[in-house]
Each structure stands twice: as C-alpha cells, then as structure tokens.
C-alpha cells in the first residue's frame, strides 16, 4: 500500500523558513515521481515544486523559484521542501503526491497523496 506522510508545517513569520517533509513507502522510491502542492484558502491545489527521483531533474513554479528548494534522501524514502524567505502567500496546506514515471506540475496526473501539512506565515 502506497503511503504518503507529510510534516513539518507550522506558523512562521514573514521572512522565516521551514522545512517539510514527505515520507514515502509502498513503492520503489526511484522509479517515482514526487511533487508538491500547495492549496490555499479557497483556491485549487497547484504544483509548487516536483523531483524525478530516478535522476534528481527538479522543477519549480515561478513563484517559489530560488527560494525553495525541493531534495530527496533515497535512504530514508524522504523527500524534504526548503522553504525560504516566506511570504504571506505561501500560506496554504501543502500536499506531497507520487506518480510512477516523471514529474508534472498537474495534480491530476498524481494517484498518491499524502494527508497534508498546515503552512501559515504571517505578515
């Protein structure tokens, strides 16, 4: 059974960084796809950030780029999202998602999704 956890939201000012993580089991990690998305309030889930795990290509939305950072630990089944200079924007639950195969912005093309994690930043 495939399984997605994902941690390491909270509330942080302005400015602040955090880091989450996604635990992955169920599948063999580096034949899959990972991507983050972010859904704010009263709005669609949209991608912020994905990794090809059989070859680490990262790609990430305008509006994230140079200030996250999305890695993997294959050690670990991890996939870890730096974020950085946050801004009140960012605000939203953050899901993590896996997919066989490469990495896309849309989330329709992702069958596994982790339960997600609160990020708040305050202004």
């Known amino acids: 059974e495939v399984q997605l956890v994902e941690s390491g939201g909270g509330l942080v000012q302005a400015g602040g960084s955090l880091r989450l993580s996604c635990a992955a089991s169920?599948?063999?990690?580096?034949?899959?796809?990972i991507g983050w998305f972010q859904q704010a309030p009263g709005k669609e889930r949209d991608g912020v950030s994905n990794?090809?795990?059989?070859?680490?290509?990262?790609s990430y939305a305008a509006s994230v780029k140079g200030r996250f950072k999305i890695s993997s630990d294959s050690s670990k089944n991890t996939v870890y999202l730096e974020m950085n200079s946050l801004k009140p924007e960012d605000t939203g639950v953050y899901y993590c998602?896996?997919?066989?195969?490469?990495?896309?912005?849309?989330?329709?093309?992702?069958?596994?999704w982790g339960q997600g994690t609160q990020v708040t930043v305050s202004s």
């Open positions: 990794i090809d795990l059989s070859d680490g290509l990262a």
């Open positions: 998602a896996a997919r066989s195969g490469t990495a896309w912005f849309d989330p329709a093309e992702y069958p596994y």
């Open positions: 169920g599948f063999t990690f580096k034949h899959h796809a």
